[in-house]
């Protein structure tokens, strides 16, 4: 088992659930640290249950993650499927996001160790499962911050233009425009133009002193600063205050809420119990509170669309 990738909360949980079962089931567990590039650097240790005591809580991971160049090269695995020889290691459990489940993918294709995925990413842009591992305390960890970012907004009639994580995806961001009943989100699904922007904020102004504007990362028109800047020049004669403030690397940390806790053991729980029912080259998820299998072909090139009731009910609830 490993964990690859941007970390997220919730990780550890996996981590002890996958461990924890596979010791109830028999058989013997082995966490490999740093992803891929420990794969390749032979860093493996045996696991016992005590290994995952305290950590259901904490975020992070305990077995370290990277993001691998070494394990894109064919060299690369093949050295990684040596010391996983030496060791006797018979399946696989890769704990990650899109770029994991890649690797996962051309290396059973290559090397044929039964391999079964975990979404572990904040993003929840994985295909396959309605959410990844981390996701929602990274929503709640950006709530907590927008809601004090909206008291000192409300109190200087400010603008203020507030970047969440996502990649190329928007659900962080949607997700935190709604519970933070922000008066605009722009996220990379609705190629939102500046235009628009000014013209709502324009808009808005008759019945409201402040505005909270989630940019979600990944827009091809900018991030949230050079947004800010563009829609201040259009404002340019009027007395109005505009700030920016990029949440970052906070969203990723901390403890995991019960939500990733329990998702990220019950999807440990099914990695190991599909391993030994014969399940390969495919992500354990949970769609309509039901674990499901899904390939990994799919996983990495199928789209996940936003819910489209939930931009309508923001655009709605921003009025
Ligand atoms: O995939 C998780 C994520 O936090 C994205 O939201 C973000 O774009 C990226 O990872 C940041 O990566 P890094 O920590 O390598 O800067």
């Given amino acids: 088992m490993f964990t690859s990738g941007g970390d997220s909360p919730g990780m550890n949980a996996c981590i002890r659930s996958v461990v924890r079962t596979g010791l109830y089931r028999g058989l013997d567990v082995y966490g490999i640290m740093y992803g891929y590039d420990g794969m390749i650097e032979g860093t493996i240790k045996k696991m016992a249950s005590h290994s995952v005591s305290n950590i259901i809580q904490r975020g ?10 070494a394990f894109m090269t064919k060299e690369g695995r093949q050295k990684a499927y040596a010391e996983l020889t030496k060791l006797g290691i018979e399946g696989l459990v890769a704990i990650g996001g899109d770029g994991t489940f890649t690797g996962a993918k051309v290396f059973f294709e290559e090397y044929g160790i039964p391999t079964v995925g975990c979404p572990g990413t904040i993003d929840n842009d994985i295909y396959g499962t309605d959410y990844t591992i981390g996701f929602d305390t990274a929503v709640n960890t950006a709530l ?3 809601d004090k970012i909206r008291d000192t907004a409300a109190a200087h009639d400010r603008i203020f233009f507030i970047e969440v994580m996502g990649r190329d995806s928007g659900y962080i961001g949607i997700e935190c425009g709604i519970g933070g009943g922000a008066e605009l989100v722009m996220v990379p699904e609705t190629r939102t133009k500046i235009e628009d922007v000014v013209k709502s904020l324009k808009g ?5 002193t402040s505005s909270i504007i989630i940019v979600a990362e990944g827009l091809d028109c900018g991030d949230a600063a ?5 829609v201040k ?4 004669d009027e007395e109005k205050e505009f700030k920016v403030t990029t949440l970052g690397h906070i969203q990723r940390g901390g403890n995991p809420t019960a939500k990733d806790r329990l998702l990220g053991s019950r999807m ?3 990695a190991v119990e599909g391993l030994l029912a014969g399940e390969s080259n495919c992500m354990a998820g949970v769609m309509n509170d039901h674990v ?3 390939p990994f072909a799919d996983c990495i090139t199928k789209e996940k669309p936003l819910k489209s009731d939930y931009l309508r ?7």
Avoid at 233 to 236: G, I, L, N, V
Wanted: net charge positive; glycine share 4%; no cysteine.
């Fill in 144 to 146: 907590e911050a927008i």
């Fill in 226 to 230: 050079q947004i800010m800047e563009r």
């Fill in 268 to 270: 440990g729980m099914a």
């Fill in 233 to 236: 020049a259009s404002f340019k």
């Fill in 60 to 69: 992070g991971t305990i077995l370290k993650s990277a993001r691998s160049e």
């Fill in 292 to 294: 499901v299998y899904t």
């Fill in 204 to 208: 808005l102004r008759k019945t409201k």
């Fill in 313 to 319: 009910l923001q655009e709605i609830l921003s009025i």
